[in-house]
């Protein structure tokens, strides 16, 4: 533990007479990294982005079988083949060495991304003690430790996850003043990741450029960190498409100069990121909107003495969030992982926000009272600490519950399939089909399959949109340039399957069908439930129960349909497994 005099840019009012203690940085990486295994092990994949994009061009890169989206066709080539070698070629010698179930591969990468997250968390926390003062630091801590926006996106297989990571290295190198260190992460961020999150460096950029006027560092560094980021990159994704590459200007290319950029892929109000906010952060996040209104308030009210010079602004040094939120608020195509790069500085703004709270009940309490109060603010406003700790905590958790227990019935069902081969020897033999329907966006990766005889397959649905196709089965196949690939989102029908050919099926009963959407589970003449779990109903739960679980009691307000694994019982070469064995009470 340490005092808040070892802080080298402590604020004023926040001295080491007030006896702040804090955690050192080995307990916060061990706090850390246990939230951050939680989310791996429990955490469903709540973005097909994330399961079409990236863990099925994987499983092709490891075991020779996936799905192929369009971006990843070269006549497209949107993808980089370098993010995901990045993390395949550690579970590449995972799989060497101890020759896995695909699925434990699966977990292992998961891990090894909450490892890193942690890390990134770590040195976070530490230059924001640095930066901005203890009880901001310590606050900041438990929210990056309890909120669900955290625990969704810290072992999520996304370039905006990984962009995260580095943008929050970035954004803590700035704030110790290691411009270096900060201008590479912000490289590897928008390079290797997500070419958006260059946005995040750009108060880096002014502050080297136009405060300090140290134009020979940040130009030497801009040109080191592209060369070692950029030429293996082009040279690698040249190699896997065939031709020269470069992916992070194709991406730009496609979402900001075509006519109609990321909007075929549906539009939200300008409300959505407030309520998603919420729910992923709850007062957290009002009190990182707050923030900015607080501190000019407490500028404007309170009396206090200047911060150390050696401080960046408060203004300032929040400029990257906000930055953010001016840019990404007005756009009509909205994604909940498009704020994951900032989602460690609303949990730092956040806490800022309270921290003016606390400022200004304490002025007005001393201006109201008729007796002196001789102590510290936040010895004073103790209270509200604990209060905001308990409250956001608490919603963070029961928003984090509320995801497992309502959605986490797709990896449920997934993990049983990955046991059927263990269960039955002839799954080895054959080649499976294994289709899905309307539940295609919740479909976990094909590292759940047993083996690589088994395939995903497609079947028609109300979805109008282009689906994935499977690659080649070819040594050259990122290279070939398969047919009926469009990057209009437009419906390619070559790519569903007939059902009297499946031999599983994946479904969700929630007592609705249509005719394109038939509620498979009730065609006992042709399938047979063999695994089943509950999945929550949101259009027949109460909005508040569904979002936040509250242990016996969300229950009563929460309907469940049933998510179930069925087997084509025409099919004798394959087992129907013990319905009474094997079916869980839904």
Not at 200 to 206: F, K, Q, S, T
Request: charged share 15%.
């Amino acid at each position: 533990m340490a005092d808040d005099s070892q802080t080298m840019c402590c604020r004023p009012e926040e001295s080491s007479d007030s006896g702040l203690i804090y955690p050192g940085v080995d307990t916060v990486f061990k706090l850390l990294l246990s939230a951050r295994f939680c989310s791996a092990i429990w955490s469903h994949i709540t973005d097909c982005d994330e399961t079409y994009n990236y863990w099925e061009p994987s499983h092709y890169l490891l075991y020779g079988t996936g799905q192929q989206t369009w971006e990843y066709s070269p006549q497209y080539a949107l993808r980089s083949y370098m993010y995901l070698l990045v993390h395949m070629v550690p579970a590449k010698l995972y799989h060497y060495l101890l020759e896995p179930n695909p699925v434990l591969v699966f977990y292992f990468v998961r891990c090894l991304l909450s490892v890193g997250c942690a890390l990134s968390e770590v040195y976070f926390y530490k230059n924001v003690c640095r930066e901005f003062g203890i009880h901001i630091g310590r606050l900041t801590l438990v929210f990056l430790i309890l909120s669900s926006g955290m625990y969704i996106a810290s072992a999520a297989f996304l370039p905006s996850s990984f962009s995260m990571y580095l943008s929050t290295v970035a954004t803590a190198a700035w704030y110790g003043r290691q411009y270096e260190l900060a201008i590479f992460a912000t490289a590897i961020s928008a390079l290797l990741g997500w070419p958006f999150a260059a946005l995040l460096g750009l108060p880096i950029a002014v502050e080297m450029l136009i405060h300090k006027q140290d134009w020979s560092k940040f130009i030497k560094w801009v040109i080191i960190s592209g060369t070692v980021v950029l030429v293996p990159m082009v040279w690698i994704d040249s190699m896997y498409y065939g031709k020269l590459v470069i992916a992070p200007i194709n991406i730009v290319m496609y979402n900001v100069f075509t006519n109609h950029g990321p909007n075929l892929y549906g539009t939200e109000p300008f409300s959505y990121y407030i309520y998603n906010g919420f729910l992923n952060f709850n007062f957290v996040f009002i009190a990182a909107l707050w923030a900015p209104f607080g501190l000019f308030l407490v500028w404007l009210i309170v009396p206090a003495k200047a911060r150390d010079r050696l401080c960046l602004s408060y203004w300032y040094s929040l400029a990257p969030l906000y930055l953010w939120f001016l840019v990404f608020f007005f756009q009509s195509h909205k994604e909940e992982r498009f704020l994951y790069p900032v989602y460690p500085m609303i949990c730092l703004a956040g806490g800022i926000g309270i921290d003016t709270i606390q400022k200004l009940y304490f002025f007005v309490r001393t201006k109201l009272s008729s007796l002196h109060i001789a102590y510290h603010y936040l010895q004073y406003t103790v209270h509200i600490t604990l209060f905001a700790i308990l409250i956001c905590g608490f919603l963070g958790i029961s928003r984090s519950l509320a995801l497992y227990k309502g959605y986490n019935a797709p990896m449920e069902i997934m993990m049983d399939v990955n046991k059927l081969s263990l269960e039955r020897e002839i799954f080895k033999d054959i080649k499976i089909n294994f289709c899905i329907g309307k539940e295609w966006h919740r479909f976990p990766s094909s590292f759940f399959f047993p083996s690589n005889n088994w395939k995903l397959h497609f079947l028609r649905s109300e979805f109008t949109g282009q689906l994935p196709q499977s690659f080649l089965d070819h040594e050259n196949a990122t290279s070939i340039t398969q047919p009926h690939f469009n990057d209009m989102n437009r419906e390619e029908p070559t790519r569903y399957f007939s059902l009297d050919k499946c031999h599983f099926v994946l479904d969700l009963d929630i007592g609705i069908e249509t005719e394109l959407e038939p509620n498979y589970s009730r065609l006992t003449n042709n399938f047979t439930i063999i695994k089943s779990t509950k999945f929550l109903n949101p259009a027949k739960s109460h909005r508040i129960f569904r979002a936040f679980y509250v242990p016996f009691v969300s229950h009563k307000f929460c309907t469940y349909g049933s998510y179930n694994l069925l087997q084509n019982i025409k099919f004798k070469t394959i087992p129907v497994l013990s319905k009474e064995k094997n079916v869980k009470s839904s």
